[in-house]
């Protein structure tokens, strides 16, 4: 599976950006997928997840109530709605997919990890 996320970009503190991570591979319906993000100097954070069949979803406590996530298997894409955003969002955001199709908040569980797309939000 191949992952390239995008919809990134600079937006001011209370703005909203839609993020879309494209997949490839046949199997893309079976794959769980998280959000995560990455900032200078510190570890990927998990940010949100959705299961196989897009039925289940989990979202990290610092967005909760802001973003969304949800997929369209059909069009082998993920997406990561995010509103009311703060500058404490600012980071590189990754898409990542684990054959398991279950949801998990942790990196070693993701096979597979897209570039990243940057998010700037300024006060």
């Known amino acids: 599976v191949q992952l390239q996320a995008s919809g990134g970009g600079l937006v001011q503190a209370g703005g909203s950006l839609r993020l879309s991570c494209a997949a490839s591979g046949r199997t893309f319906s079976t794959y769980a997928l998280g959000w995560f993000r990455r900032t200078a100097g510190k570890e990927r954070e998990f940010v949100a997840a959705?299961?196989?069949?897009?039925?289940?979803?989990y979202l990290a406590d610092s967005v909760k109530g802001r973003f969304t996530v949800s997929r369209d298997n059909g069009e082998n894409r993920v997406y990561l709605q995010m509103n009311s955003l703060k500058p404490e969002d600012t980071a590189v955001y990754l898409c990542?997919?684990?054959?398991?199709?279950?949801?998990?908040?942790?990196?070693?569980?993701?096979?597979?990890w897209g570039q990243g797309t940057q998010v700037t939000v300024s006060s």
């Open positions: 990542a997919a684990t054959p398991t199709g279950s949801i998990y908040t942790s990196t070693p569980y993701y096979a597979y």
């Open positions: 959705i299961n196989w069949s897009g039925g289940s979803t």
